[in-house]
């Protein structure tokens, strides 16, 4: 939705606020969950509803430092009616950009060493911080495609694909990977340390004793 303010020179400025989660890119939405994740952030006073509001919107802080307490309380009731919509849930095996088309993991099962290593470094340094990177390791350019089958680039980290996604992928075109990932990639990511803690105490127990 579009929103007219006052500017730093009294002029009248036109800004947009989502209307909800699937509105919102990439970057804005790790923005809004670092902030909502914050314990901090729990009691909602007055400079907190400012700083929110900058991370959905693109409305300049200062802009906002300046509008009437009416005015805020206005964009606060569109803060919580955003809130309160469900962001698309389902998985998108392939999603385009800049007509490119990036697949979805189609085994993750059958991770390698490198992406295992680069999905559980953006874990524990905090995914919200880090999905543009986590997505880059799950999506990657499509090399083949038969139909509903296909087959993607091998796994290279790259930056430039992680701050592609983080400015043009979309809540809609991401969360449901997200979200499957949350229910399955992180067992996966569980089962594969456990056997990979196993291994290492197979081949401790076969070294040659001396």
């Known amino acids: 939705m579009d929103i007219k303010l006052k500017d730093k020179n009294n002029k009248d400025k036109w800004y947009t ?3 909800k989660w699937d509105d919102l890119n990439l970057d804005k939405y790790m923005q809004v969950m670092v902030y ?5 952030s729990e009691d909602m006073d007055h400079e907190k509803i400012v700083n929110l509001i900058h991370f959905m919107s693109d409305i300049p802080k200062d802009t906002l430092y300046r509008i009437s307490f009416k005015d805020l309380s206005k ?8 809130l309160k919509t469900k962001p698309d849930t389902e998985l998108k095996h392939i999603i385009e950009i800049d007509n490119v088309k990036y697949g979805f993991h189609p085994r993750l099962r059958d991770i390698s060493i490198g992406e295992f ?3 559980e470094h953006c874990i524990k ?3 919200n911080e880090n999905l543009h ?3 880059s390791v799950l999506y990657r350019p499509i090399t083949h495609e038969i139909k509903d089958k296909y087959r993607i680039e091998d796994y290279e980290p790259s930056e430039d694909r992680a701050n592609l996604f983080k400015d043009k992928l979309m809540v809609r075109d991401f969360n449901g990977a997200s979200v499957f990932f949350y229910d399955l990639g992180t067992q996966l990511l ?3 340390r456990l056997s990979l803690e196993e291994m290492k105490m197979r081949e401790s127990q076969e070294s040659p004793q001396h």
């Not at 964009?75 to 955003?82: A, G, P, R, T, V």
């Open 17 to 19: 606020m989502p209307d």
């Open 36 to 40: 909502l994740t914050n314990k901090d």
């Open 75 to 82: 964009l606060s009731e569109l803060i919580s009616i955003f």
């Open 117 to 119: 290593v680069d999905i």
């Open 125 to 127: 340094d905090g995914i």
């Open 133 to 135: 990177t986590l997505l």
């Open 190 to 192: 569980n089962t594969m």
